[in-house]
């Protein structure tokens, strides 16, 4: 563990302050990605138990059946069934006022993982190029250059950063789409079930 610590510390040293930035986003990457993977499987196996007994409880218009599973779950998939079962308006603006006040949650750090696919690279660009103005600024300075490691770390500096800037993007790019993956699914369950619900449960307070 000291050895892995000593090289990574050595090579951000080589890749210089532009290292540091990468460093941090990856490490937030991790962070955000373990987040979603707990939050994911939670609304899945959720869905796994009960999205079937949704589906045959909105199709009947069973309204004491439909909330009666609805509060054992607090997925997003058991408030739309519950908003759904009270009839207070029409299925189709339920579902899109439920998706609306749920889509914060399932959209959560989409835009932090967005970003830092875009912006790793970017950084790791930023530090080719100061690695290969600092290799020109050397072989352009008027004293003679006696040791050749001078010129090659700053070439170093910019393939390391370079390298790192595209690990990172990568890091961030799978949990992205993992999770896009994931809203489109949960989007269409939540077609479903307003489908299913259409028509189904009337506002008693209408009557």
Sequence with gaps: MGDLLQRLGELMD???FVMWPLLFMSIFTIALSF????????????????????????HVGSTARV???????????GELADRLAQGEGDADSISVE???????????????????????????????VLGIIRSFELLGAQETITDPREISAGIAEALLTTA??????LIALVPYMACRGQIERA????????A???GKFVDPSSD
């Design 164 to 169: 790192f800037g595209l690990v990172v993007a």
């Design 196 to 198: 299913a619900a259409r």
């Design 98 to 128: 439920v998706v609306e006040y749920q889509r914060p949650r399932i959209e959560r750090y989409m835009l932090v993982f967005s970003t830092i696919v875009t912006a790793a690279p970017m950084l790791g660009i930023l530090g080719t």
């Design 14 to 16: 080589q890749g210089g």
């Design 187 to 194: 989007i269409c369950r939540f077609e479903a079930m307003t």
């Design 35 to 58: 987040e979603r993977l707990v939050f994911w499987l939670r609304v899945n196996s959720s869905a796994k138990l009960r999205f079937g007994k949704f589906m045959s409880a909105l």
């Design 67 to 77: 909330r009666d599973i609805a509060a054992k779950d607090d997925s997003p998939y």
